[in-house]
């Protein structure tokens, strides 16, 4: 079932953001990141917040079951993203690792996974996996990061074709580590 369940957001998330408009046109360059300088607005929903770059576009409730979906809107075949999934565990009380496990297990079926580690901050704590997997004909590079507060999952993932991850990771990671539950 959960397998089922992460295919079905992998493919929900690539469908938006493969575009059919043919050949780049010319990519820009991403601004230096900084979070405090004035071209990052801060978005706050419900008992979140993220700061995005204005450069990137956003998106609430772009498709069932993603909360946020944070793009650049660049006129080339796939629109690198940033996406938001929110997953109420209810009574269950299943710990972070216990999260990461049963989502190795899954995405092992699915990807190649690069690195997973827990990133330990003052204001939170999180896991962040890497991982590659081919879509039709193209591979693709992610970054997730999945934080529990509050009987939640919070899993937000960067979708890169493979070929220009390196170019939006700074700013995607950038972004996701801007993330905060209140």
């Known amino acids: 079932m959960k397998t089922k369940f992460i295919l079905f ?6 469908s938006i953001s493969c575009k059919n408009e043919g050949s780049s046109v ?8 900084s979070l405090n300088d004035p071209n990052f607005k801060e978005i706050k929903k419900d008992n979140y917040s993220i700061k995005v770059h204005q450069d990137w576009m956003v998106d609430l409730y ?6 946020l979906y944070i793009y650049m809107d660049l006129e080339d075949e796939f629109t690198e993203n940033i996406n938001l999934l929110i997953r109420d565990l209810g009574t269950s009380n299943m710990t972070l690792d216990e999260i990461v496990k049963n989502e190795r297990a899954d995405l092992e079926t699915l ?3 690069i690195s997973s580690e827990r ?5 939170k704590e999180y896991q962040r996996i890497v991982m590659t997997s081919p879509f039709y004909g193209e591979n693709l590079k ?8 509050d ?3 919070y899993v937000l993932t960067f979708t890169s074709l ?16 801007s993330f905060t539950v209140n």
């Open 26 to 33: 010319g990519v820009p360059t991403q601004p230096e990141v």
């Open 9 to 14: 957001f992998l493919v929900g998330i690539l």
């Open 119 to 123: 990133i330990v901050l003052p204001n």
């Open 62 to 67: 772009p498709i069932s079951e993603i909360d």
């Open 162 to 177: 493979e070929r220009d991850f390196n170019q939006y990771e700074k700013i995607a990671e950038q972004i996701m580590q």
């Open 151 to 153: 009987s939640r999952v």
């Open 111 to 113: 990807a190649t996974i």
């Open 142 to 149: 992610f970054i997730q990061h999945y934080i529990l507060k």
